[in-house]
């Protein structure tokens, strides 16, 4: 009887999974075959980055239709393959689409309901209160503290280029990187360029030390949301949350009880914690965010802001390392910007058009995110076609893979800051260029994550040439445990001053 149930039991989860895996046959939508069990993620997080896999997937569905379909383990995922219907996906339809499909655990998790995994109404007026702290105004007003710790970085750069020619740039940009956001967002001195074991960049390194067992549990978690809450699994380690729960209740309390203000965002977190408008109409009523609240908008200003922008300026400096010509005339733009302003003021940041396409170049080729995910909201009928997308089921846009399609940008593996001029990008469509997101959800920090990168490579570019170490591979290799898209073993240059 035992072994007769048990061989039940095998051939109707045989037959479940089967059932599982014709999903897109049935429905008559192009597909990769999966295998089980991990469907079409084999080697993700092994040998592979979950950016290489999709990109694989895309390449061999394009072409085949507007949506393709593949598989994360057992479960269907839609891919956005057209892009009239990733601007569909993204702006005209957003009400479909409104939510990320990112695991969030709030009640054994507090610092995972922030504003880039929340869903629907919460999702929408958190956004609202939150987008008045990221206009040009603010960003001009936060630019002084940004400034300030740069010149502390340009100091610890004159100190390393004497000890060593050969200097890890993207572990040094990522405590330059900490040191601003642990300022703008927690008011605090991180003083990790100073010391590389400071507790702000020892969390920032436990975010996203990513062995094994933990992505396993993350890529679980978020294909079986719902278990997963039931399970009271939580993603964020206990120590990193406690350390950051400590770190927005000690800076609240004593800025409250001394009545400090500072040009910074937890000056901002505050006003709406104690219900004040940060927009132009100061009667409008707002609801007051919680101090957890706080925290968690807090930990993913850090989370978002110091490891994607330390990374993109890692990439770009990589790729002017290998050519000269661009490095030359990436330090004239700033060099000529600097001149015309009389210093490094917010109008000469804005100044630098070439530092700009220097990192719309670098975001294209090495996208922090490589894919951005949707959730349907309810059964979604494809335009000028009789697909369903069901209510429920994810769909991925894979910007990766768009940002490496010759179609949009021909020679895609060649680095080209001249695909970014004005000219050029009105003659190209919008949507194949995504770092950001685009429609009501693109990253709320964008103009805050540009002006950091441009300071950043103002003060590197203006004091110091770089050329390639031999420690650094070329080209790199990309890190398959990295939720973000990052090199394995850092990034070795040459570095001399000038």
């Known amino acids: 009887m035992l072994v007769y149930l048990t061989v039940l039991a095998l051939t ?14 049935e429905r008559g939508i192009p597909y990769v075959e999966p295998s089980f069990p991990a469907g079409n993620l084999r080697g993700m997080g092994r040998t592979e980055h979950l950016s290489a896999q999709m990109q694989r997937c895309y390449k061999e569905l394009k072409g085949k239709g507007p949506v393709g379909g593949m598989f994360f383990f057992i479960n269907p995922v839609a891919l956005a393959m057209d892009l009239d219907l990733i601007k569909t996906v993204l702006v005209k339809d957003f009400q479909y689409f409104h939510d990320r499909s990112v695991y969030y655990n709030e009640k054994d998790d507090p610092l995972s309901g922030h504003l880039f995994s929340m869903e629907g109404a919460k999702w929408k007026n958190l956004r609202a209160k939150l987008t008045p702290t990221f206009t040009s105004g603010k960003m001009k007003m936060m630019l002084p503290t940004i400034v300030g710790v740069a010149d502390e970085f340009q100091k610890l750069m004159e100190s390393e280029v004497k000890k060593s020619s050969e200097i890890e740039m993207k572990e040094i940009l990522a405590r330059f990187t900490t040191d601003v956001i642990g300022t703008c967002a927690f008011g605090l001195e991180c003083n990790s360029l100073h010391d590389p074991d400071a507790q702000f960049r020892r969390m920032g390194r436990k975010i996203f030390s990513f062995g094994s067992g933990r992505l396993l549990k993350a890529i679980v978690a978020q294909q079986f949301r719902s278990l997963a809450r039931s399970l009271h699994i939580s993603l964020i380690d206990k120590e990193v949350s406690d350390f950051f729960m400590g770190a927005v209740k000690d800076t609240i309390k004593y800025r409250e009880e001394n009545k400090i203000e500072r040009n910074d965002f937890m000056s901002l977190l505050m006003k ?3 219900a004040e408008s940060l927009g132009d109409d100061k009667n ?14 807090a930990f993913v200003f850090f989370l978002a802001g110091f490891e994607t922008s330390s990374t993109a300026m890692s990439y770009c400096l990589y790729e002017l390392a290998q050519r000269a010509d661009l490095q030359n005339k990436a330090r004239k733009c700033v060099l000529d910007a600097i001149k015309k302003h009389g210093s490094l003021t917010y109008e000469a940041m804005q100044d630098m058009q070439y530092i700009d396409q220097c990192i719309n170049e670098s975001l294209r080729k090495y996208p922090p995110a490589s894919n951005l995910t949707r959730t349907v909201s309810k059964d979604y009928k494809l335009p000028n076609s009789n697909v369903v997308l069901q209510q429920g089921s994810t769909l991925i846009v894979p910007v990766y893979a768009l940002h490496h399609d010759a179609e949009y940008y021909p020679n895609p593996e060649k680095y080209d800051p001249d695909r970014f001029t004005p000219e050029e990008m009105a003659k190209r469509n919008p949507y194949c260029f995504l770092p950001f997101g685009e429609g009501p959800r693109i990253c709320i920090g964008l103009r805050f994550g540009m002006m950091q990168a441009r300071v950043g490579l103002a003060y590197l570019l203006r004091d110091f040439s770089f050329t390639l170490s031999s420690q650094t591979p070329v080209p790199l290799k990309i890190s398959p445990r990295s ?6 073993g850092g990034l070795w240059l040459k570095v001399e001053k000038l």
């Open 12 to 25: 109707l989860a045989i037959l479940w999974v089967r059932r599982r895996y014709s999903y897109w046959k």
């Open 272 to 274: 709406l914690k104690n």
């Open 284 to 297: 409008v009523p707002t609801e007051a965010l919680t101090v957890e609240e706080v925290a968690a908008q």
């Open 483 to 488: 939720p973000v898209l990052t090199s394995e």
